[in-house]
């Protein structure tokens, strides 16, 4: 089988890699949005609730993600907290539905956005910080004008991981997504279909494109911590 051959993927393949791909997107926006402050709080609080909050934040990665997904479709059902809320809004209920696809794992993935952010944060010197307090900076200006700058690496290491995870994803997208093309079928839920079918050819192929993103990633990652130790 020649190269073209072997990565000639059938119309279900790229359907699944191409929502495989917009889930993502769409979770590691989400996490970063909520990942940074939660992480600038877990690097610089002294609060009693710190531990217990970054240990949830560290849960996932943990947790067997069969245990993370079936508590979440508890959650998420007619008799579930999310699910009651949903109802009260008039919104379909969130299993096997994209939306609820995408709130598994953000909070599947949480712990791969806020724990590179946390540990960079927290490598920032304080008096960076101090000075520009000295200078009159707003709390707001220092954390756009300083921290972020200084966290750079921690970011791209926060982003290329969390969607890496993302993509990777099969436990929990299983219980709660389900298997419904075009929905909630993404490629590894499509790599499982092919291997049951004996359609191992097909399987070979959307695994290997999976393998070759995995280890691009972590070329990737290697080369921007090698690029940040230099400039540090």
């Known amino acids: 089988m020649d190269g073209g051959a ?5 119309p279900d393949d790229w359907q699944a890699l191409w929502l495989t791909a917009r889930l993502a997107a769409i979770v590691t926006l989400i996490l970063l949005l909520l990942g940074t402050p939660l992480a600038w709080w877990l690097a610089r609080s002294k609060s009693k609730w710190r531990a217990p909050l970054a240990a949830i934040v560290a849960m996932p990665l943990v947790l067997p993600p069969s245990v993370l997904g079936f508590y979440l479709l ?3 059902g007619p008799q579930g907290p999310l699910g009651q809320l949903t109802l009260a809004l008039g919104l379909p209920p969130l299993p096997f539905t994209f939306a609820g696809l995408v709130i598994a794992s953000v909070l599947y993935s949480l712990p791969f956005m806020v724990q590179p952010l946390q540990s960079a944060f927290e490598a920032i010197d304080k008096r960076f910080l101090e000075a520009a307090a000295m200078l009159r900076a707003s709390p707001l200006d220092a954390f756009f004008s300083v921290a972020l ?6 970011f791209i290491t926060a982003l290329v991981m969390t969607f890496a ?11 709660i997504g389900g298997n419904l093309p075009g929905v909630t079928r993404v490629a590894s839920v499509q790599i499982y279909d092919h291997v049951e079918a004996l359609e191992l050819a097909q399987a070979h192929r959307l695994a290997a494109i999976l393998l070759l993103f995995s280890f691009t990633v972590l070329l990737a990652l290697h080369a921007v911590r090698r690029n940040a130790r230099r400039e540090g």
């Open 6 to 10: 072997f990565f000639a993927l059938q």
């Open 74 to 76: 508890l959650a998420m």
């Open 149 to 154: 700058p200084l966290a750079r690496p921690g």
């Open 165 to 175: 995870h993302t993509v990777g994803e099969f436990g929990v997208v299983l219980m």
